[in-house]
């Protein structure tokens, strides 16, 4: 609850707090059936001819593109699912991103410096931009671009990146703190809508569907395909809760071979399928230790089967090799389209999930400084 945030943070709230009381001013302004965005490019030697404008959705993809005449564009449409859109000009490799909804807007831009063209209209994206300055201000504050530019020096001593680290830390809860303050101040924001389900996990299964529920009571959300994606996402993930019976799948190994995780898993007393990928820098990192790990538990029943998300063999291959990981391995080579990785709800990497021996889920994403006493509880051994 607001009222129990500490009193330093109350200021810093103040300004979104304000802003989002012009929601209802907003709110009471006529609807657009649709939307339509006029551009300015300026410049003395403007090449392009073309401006091009895609959102970023990977199952529905969408791409328009506007003829830049005399440094004009226009855009016009309706979308049924509000979201970010990125926009990118003929010879540039800048990008500029707005919240589209069925409103107008006029974005001003000089085309040699794209990226930072400003963009005035639409309610969510006004709010957005006003959101990203007070960010960006809690960053310069901390002054975390020197200081990621320190951490990451070669010169800079494993103290004075730990110092770094809680500097990190502490902007990042200022930054929490104006997230949540946004969408509490805006539980129907379209864009509230798209941060539930990237936060799906930091909240309980309960409280997502109760959100859900209000974005479904609302008529201007009922084509909304992130409404689709919201619920198909709570459902997966009740899916992976300790007890329920792991999900199957089939995914060939390293020879192309196909394994079967149904006929692997009553092989062992505890199952870990671990997802990772040989691009992934943290998953090599732990490797040497899970090594360690495995060869101490595994006489005692203890399987380990690798969902690799790479899309690369030579280098998933390469990876196996080189980081002498003797348990079975499978893939799709798809990527973050992973068969497996979708129906166990797998938004990062390294992740982990125990099974037992009947196929039921122990626990998921346990934590690398805990994953022997687990082993230790399920196995029997001391």
Same mark, same amino acid.
């Given at each position: 609850?607001?009222?129990?945030?500490?009193?330093?943070?109350?200021?810093?709230?103040?300004?979104?707090?304000?802003?989002?009381?012009?929601?209802?001013?907003?709110?009471?302004?006529?609807?657009?059936?649709?939307?339509?965005?006029?551009?300015?490019?300026?410049?003395?030697?403007?090449?392009?001819?073309?401006?091009?404008?895609?959102?970023?959705?990977?199952?529905?993809?969408? /791409?328009?593109? &506007?003829?830049?005449?005399? %440094? =004009?564009? *226009?855009?016009? #449409?309706?979308? @049924?699912?509000?979201?970010?859109?990125?926009?990118?000009?003929?010879?540039?490799?800048?990008?500029?991103?707005?919240?589209?909804?069925?409103?107008?807007?006029? /974005?001003?831009? &000089?085309?040699?410096?794209? %990226? =930072?063209? *400003?963009?005035? #209209?639409?309610? @969510?994206?006004?709010?957005?931009?006003?959101?990203?300055?007070?960010?960006?201000?809690?960053?310069?504050?901390?002054?975390?671009?020197?200081?990621?530019?320190?951490?990451?020096?070669?010169?800079?001593?494993?103290?004075?990146?730990?110092?770094?680290?809680?500097?990190?830390?502490?902007?990042?809860?200022?930054?929490?703190?104006?997230?949540?303050?946004?969408?509490?101040?805006?539980?129907?924001?379209?864009?509230?809508?798209?941060?539930?389900?990237?936060?799906?996990?930091?909240?309980?299964?309960?409280?997502?569907?109760?959100?859900?529920?209000?974005?479904?009571?609302?008529?201007?959300?009922?084509?909304?395909?992130?409404?689709?994606?919201?619920?198909?996402?709570?459902?997966?993930?009740?899916?992976?809760?300790?007890?329920?019976?792991?999900?199957?799948?089939?995914?060939?190994?390293?020879?192309?071979?196909?394994?079967?995780?149904?006929?692997?898993?009553?092989?062992?007393?505890?199952?870990?399928?671990?997802?990772?990928?040989?691009?992934?820098?943290?998953?090599?990192?732990?490797?040497?230790?899970?090594?360690?790990?495995?060869?101490?538990?595994?006489?005692?029943?203890?399987?380990?089967?690798?969902?690799?998300?790479?899309?690369?063999?030579?280098?998933?291959?390469?990876?196996?090799?080189?980081?002498?990981?003797?348990?079975?391995?499978?893939?799709?080579?798809?990527?973050?389209?992973?068969?497996?990785?979708?129906?166990?709800?797998?938004?990062?990497?390294?992740?982990?999930?125990?099974?037992?021996?009947?196929?039921?889920?122990?626990?998921?994403?346990?934590?690398?400084?805990?994953?022997?006493?687990?082993?230790?509880?399920?196995?029997?051994?001391?």
């Amino acid at each position: 609850m607001i009222e129990h945030l500490p009193t330093k943070y109350l200021k810093k709230m103040k300004k979104l707090l304000i802003l989002a009381a012009f929601a209802g001013i907003f709110a009471c302004t006529p609807k657009h059936d649709g939307y339509t965005i006029n551009g300015t490019i300026t410049g003395d030697s403007i090449t392009a001819t073309k401006v091009f404008m895609t959102n970023s959705s990977r199952t529905n993809p969408i /791409l328009d593109t &506007a003829d830049l005449v005399d %440094g =004009k564009f *226009v855009f016009q #449409g309706k979308v @049924t699912t509000p979201e970010f859109y990125v926009f990118t000009i003929e010879g540039s490799k800048e990008k500029l991103r707005i919240f589209v909804e069925n409103e107008e807007y006029n /974005l001003e831009a &000089a085309f040699k410096e794209f %990226g =930072k063209g *400003v963009v005035t #209209g639409g309610f @969510t994206n006004t709010m957005l931009v006003e959101l990203k300055n007070q960010k960006d201000a809690i960053y310069a504050k901390f002054g975390m671009d020197s200081l990621m530019n320190e951490y990451y020096s070669k010169g800079t001593t494993p103290e004075r990146r730990q110092e770094i680290a809680k500097i990190s830390m502490d902007a990042e809860k200022e930054i929490a703190i104006l997230d949540s303050t946004f969408y509490a101040t805006n539980p129907s924001s379209p864009y509230t809508l798209i941060q539930n389900i990237q936060n799906l996990e930091k909240v309980t299964i309960e409280e997502s569907e109760a959100k859900l529920a209000s974005f479904k009571a609302l008529p201007e959300f009922a084509e909304n395909r992130y409404v689709t994606d919201f619920e198909n996402a709570i459902n997966t993930l009740k899916s992976v809760q300790p007890g329920m019976k792991a999900p199957d799948f089939t995914l060939n190994d390293p020879k192309g071979n196909p394994v079967v995780f149904s006929e692997f898993y009553p092989k062992n007393k505890i199952t870990m399928v671990d997802f990772w990928a040989g691009w992934c820098s943290p998953c090599r990192a732990f490797n040497p230790t899970l090594v360690e790990i495995y060869k101490k538990y595994n006489k005692a029943g203890f399987g380990i089967i690798g969902v690799s998300l790479d899309r690369d063999a030579e280098l998933w291959n390469k990876a196996i090799a080189d980081d002498k990981l003797t348990w079975t391995q499978v893939s799709d080579l798809k990527f973050w389209d992973s068969e497996a990785a979708k129906l166990y709800y797998v938004r990062f990497i390294p992740q982990n999930i125990f099974i037992d021996q009947q196929g039921n889920v122990i626990k998921r994403q346990v934590a690398k400084d805990e994953i022997e006493a687990l082993l230790k509880e399920h196995l029997g051994v001391k």
